[in-house]
């Protein structure tokens, strides 16, 4: 077995975790390979025979994140279309997609290298633009959300929008969120935008602070194409993809569409989707439920 582990390693934090996992996996013959950089950060703490990445290929059969959600969001980076399957050990905060608490590692660990997992089919977006953009052809996709945004100015946005070539709406706010499933729960939810179960064929259009009490969060097919035209007083905008940031000229159209591969995560018996609602989100927490 080919496992590679990506990290973010913070002084401020305890290692021993990391320690413990690449031991956990030495003891059961798995091949290790960290991120070049997390592995500069921590070589000094790990065994011989580990190895780094700058890069994945099909020959790998497991990435584990460490961290938090953010992480996992580095981490779809690397996997692209390669369909290598992320399980993630939460070291941050919430952790709604890095689920595995760190206490928990060996007992994950075994249930993984066992099989005794289900897979859980991530779609992601992707976005094109009618002017070319270097940090946007390198990587054009989300796993959570692409947002539109203002930029150097306090002033409302207007952005017009259309699906499938036909005119929806101009929005009148600070910005628009185009999200996944899996983006629901995230910034999307924050502004008022419903959650939506990973396995529906949906994106969520969610409105960032509107000037206008009716214009609330759309879904819509998965298979819609959406296109977004920027106006205001500047004469740019921010796109953001996940946690990747970069700008625009508002001479730019944005189009938005369902992206062609799916990301793979692994979900051990006790830690559902549904499971998280509950309790991470407090999902419909109310004392007359409790047993």
């Not at 993630?88 to 689920?99: C, D, P, V, Y």
């Not at 075994?110 to 005794?116: A, P």
């Not at 910005?175 to 008022?192: M, W």
């Not at 953001?240 to 799916?262: A, C, Q, Y």
Request: charged share 25%; proline share 3%; aromatic share 6%.
């Amino acid at each position: 077995m080919k496992v590679a582990i990506l990290g973010k390693f913070l002084k401020s934090e305890p290692s021993h975790y990391i320690t413990k996992l690449v031991s956990l996996l030495k003891k059961r013959k798995v091949s290790i390979f960290l991120e070049e950089e997390y592995y500069s950060q921590l070589k000094e703490l790990l065994p011989e025979n580990i190895n780094s990445f700058t890069e994945l290929d099909k020959s790998y059969d497991l990435l584990i994140s460490i961290g938090g959600d953010g992480t996992i969001l580095k981490a779809i980076t690397f996997v692209k279309h390669l369909s290598i399957p992320i399980v993630g050990i939460n070291s941050g905060r919430l952790g709604f997609l890095a689920k595995i608490k760190i206490d928990k590692i060996e007992e994950a660990i075994d249930e993984i290298i066992s099989g005794n997992y289900s897979i859980s089919e991530r779609s992601l977006i992707e976005v094109v633009t009618s002017e070319k953009n270097n940090e946007l052809s390198k990587l054009n996709f989300a796993l959570n959300e692409i947002a539109v945004s203002r930029k150097n100015t306090t002033s409302m946005i207007s952005i017009e929008t259309k699906l499938d070539d036909k005119y929806l709406n101009s929005y009148w706010a600070d910005g628009l969120i185009i999200a996944t499933p899996t983006g629901s729960t995230g910034y999307s939810l924050s502004c008022g935008g419903p959650i939506i179960m990973p396995e529906a064929e949906n994106l969520v259009i969610t409105p960032i602070a509107p000037h206008n009490l009716n214009a609330r969060p759309l879904i819509i097919a998965d298979n819609t194409e959406i296109s977004l035209k920027v106006n205001g007083r500047e004469n740019e905008f921010l796109i953001s993809l996940d946690s990747r940031i970069t700008t625009l000229s508002n001479t730019n159209v944005v189009v938005i569409k369902k992206s062609p591969f799916k990301i793979k995560m692994i979900e051990l018996e006790n830690e559902s989707f549904l499971i998280t609602l509950r309790e991470k989100l407090m999902w419909g927490k109310d004392k007359r439920n409790l047993q």
